[in-house]
């Protein structure tokens, strides 16, 4: 018989592994995933550039690494965060993670005791809730507008309790496809820098996007040292690969390198070298550009269907790039009830979503995963079975 487990670990299944089964259900048009589309991931480039690597190197290739990652990989990710506009950035305030993540569960390692506050977007990526709630902290949340987070009620908030970490999505935000505006990314570093809690700025559909103009990062306008940005090659290369990066000020990274080195030591510096081997001989701006042209269509074809199907009691966000549309269904109508068995379509309900409201009559919708013929079938299927659902609601009221 195993000893007792540690009360801070749940042991309901995990709402990620509920994602993952939504997202591979056969003969259902998921909608589910978070997924990038496979079909564009540049696999022949990788696998020479490992040959190549593999070919050039010593044994050394295969042998334990540094904690931060390999070096010349860094150098390459801090340039490539320059040009987004945190000019400042330097290759020793860079540090490699299995994802982004990891770095969300570092972060939340480093400095969450049991109560501490954290502050989440209404909705918000389950991941990172997920990694927060391990650690159980006090959730307060700041509900999504169009132009990015309610920072009034951030601020009302901070105001009134201690909170030591703010996670933040703030380019084509998961759920919901918002971005965040100009005036608030640079009032959110404001107000980490006035009440002292760190900003996670967890970035990693900056690169996604179709139409509009590019916004510089929170951690752009830190002076303070109290934004983390964080990004990911999960969502222009390959989720498989597992390698994010994290941008903080050394004396954080001072600290994490000590938690990383208690957990996984270091990321596999054979893909860290195959990344760098492919980096130096493709062009990744290219290759971003690529998938753009892809998943804009998509988008364009997800919005087009949805109008033409839903009924005018629903409405959706419009994004300008990134994975996901945020459907709202009218209020008397929980998106989880229309999830039956034999429901044709898979999403993910609002409700696990919401921290704290646990708001329960909208859902996300992923397009970058899905043809655009499944696009519009999905979208015609999903619209009939809300149509459906919102009938026999009126019939039980009447």
Known sequence: ??????????????????????????????????????????????????????QASDLNLYQYASVEGYAPLRQKIADFVRHTGVSDVTVDQLFLTQGAQQGISLLADLFLDIGDGVVVEGPSYIGALQAFESRQPTFYEMQMQNDGPDLDQLEAIVKKHPVKLVYTIPTFQNPTGVCMSLEKRQRMAQLAA?????????????????????????????????????????????????????????????????????????????????????????????????????????????????????????????????????????????????????????????????????????????FTGVTEEEIDKGCRLLAQRIRNASSELCLKVG
């Open 194 to 366: 006035q009440y002292n809690f760190l900003v996670i700025e967890d970035d990693p559909y900056r690169e996604l996007r179709y139409s509009g103009e590019s916004l510089p990062p929170i951690k752009s306008f830190d002076r303070s040292g109290n934004v983390v940005l964080l990004g990911s090659f999960s969502k222009i290369l390959s989720p498989a690969l597992r390698v994010g990066w994290m941008v903080a000020d050394q004396n954080i990274l001072a600290l994490v390198n000590g938690l990383r080195s208690a957990s996984d030591f270091q990321s596999s510096n054979v893909v860290l070298q195959m990344i760098d081997q492919y980096l130096e001989e493709n062009q990744l701006a290219e290759h971003i550009a690529e998938i753009c042209s892809v998943y804009s269509k998509r988008n364009t074809a997800m919005q087009e269907a949805l109008t033409r199907y839903l009924p005018q009691n629903c409405s959706f966000s419009k994004p300008e790039g990134g994975f996901f549309i945020w459907l709202t269904l009218p209020e008397n109508l929980t998106a989880k009830s229309l999830l039956t068995a034999d429901c044709p379509v898979s999403f993910i309900e609002s409700s696990q979503l919401y921290e704290t409201s646990r708001q329960a009559n909208q859902m996300r919708l992923n």
């Open 1 to 54: 018989m195993l000893p007792q487990i540690s009360q801070r670990i749940s042991q309901d299944s995990s709402a990620m592994d509920e994602l993952l089964a939504l997202s591979n259900q056969q003969q259902v048009i998921s909608f589910a995933a978070g997924y990038p589309a496979k079909e564009l991931f540049p696999r022949e480039e990788l696998e020479k550039a490992f040959v190549h690597r593999s």
